[in-house]
């Protein structure tokens, strides 16, 4: 299965944990823009210390630099196969930028993953993560808006790949492994 796919779902949906695992069981790279920032945030780089006062915010990093991002890590060598693209795109531009870098190397995505999960699910899981972890985007006030960001700019993107009849809707809640297998099933179909 040539794979390259986009994991969308609010924050605290899981989607860095499913990633990670699908990435394993299909062979291609989980990238994660969140990730790639925070490593940017703690090497103390240029791009770190501007994604860093949007991250802390509950804000988006803007397009320009994200896409950019984006572009120099899937065309290295170990994402021409494909990849898991966890947390990008989150905004109808960015969209845009990748269907046209994807295109530039005769490439398209083949499918887009939404984990689906309940406000107050997630909620409850990034305060849990919050205090594990100690992300410091996860307090309670940047929480909520990072949940009205995500609604505002990245909920048309739903829409826009299930007009594209790339969209699987995937139930979010339950165990790691369930909800793993239950990605793998519906990909598969
Ligand atoms: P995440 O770990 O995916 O929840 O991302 C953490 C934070 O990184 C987000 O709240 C944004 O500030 C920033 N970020 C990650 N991915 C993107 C993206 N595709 N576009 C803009 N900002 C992003």
Not at 10 to 18: C, D, H, I
Not at 117 to 134: K, S
Not at 163 to 189: F, K, N, S, Y
Request: charged share 25%; glycine share 10%; net charge negative.
């Amino acid at each position: 299965m040539s794979a390259h796919l986009v994991l969308l779902g609010p924050p605290g949906a899981g989607k860095g944990t499913q990633a990670a695992r699908l990435a394993e069981r299909l062979g291609v790279p989980a990238i994660s823009t969140g990730d790639i920032f925070r490593a940017n945030v703690a090497a103390g780089t240029d791009l770190g210390q501007l994604a860093q006062r949007y991250m802390s915010a509950g804000e988006y990093v803007p397009d320009s630099v994200t896409n950019a991002m984006v572009r120099e890590r899937v065309s290295r060598p170990d994402a021409q196969e494909g990849f898991i693209l966890d947390g990008y795109p989150r905004t109808v531009e960015q969209v845009g930028a990748l269907d046209e870098m994807l295109a530039e190397q005769g490439r398209g995505l083949d499918a887009v993953v939404e984990l689906v999960a309940a406000e107050h699910e997630v909620v409850a899981r990034m305060l849990h993560r919050a205090t594990v972890a100690g992300r410091a985007d996860d307090t309670e006030d940047v929480i909520r808006r990072r949940l009205e960001v995500y609604a505002a700019q990245t909920g048309p993107l739903v829409r826009i790949y299930s007009d594209r009849g790339l969209l699987v809707q995937v139930d979010g809640l339950g165990p790691i492994d369930e909800v793993t297998e239950r990605m793998l099933v519906a990909l598969d179909g």
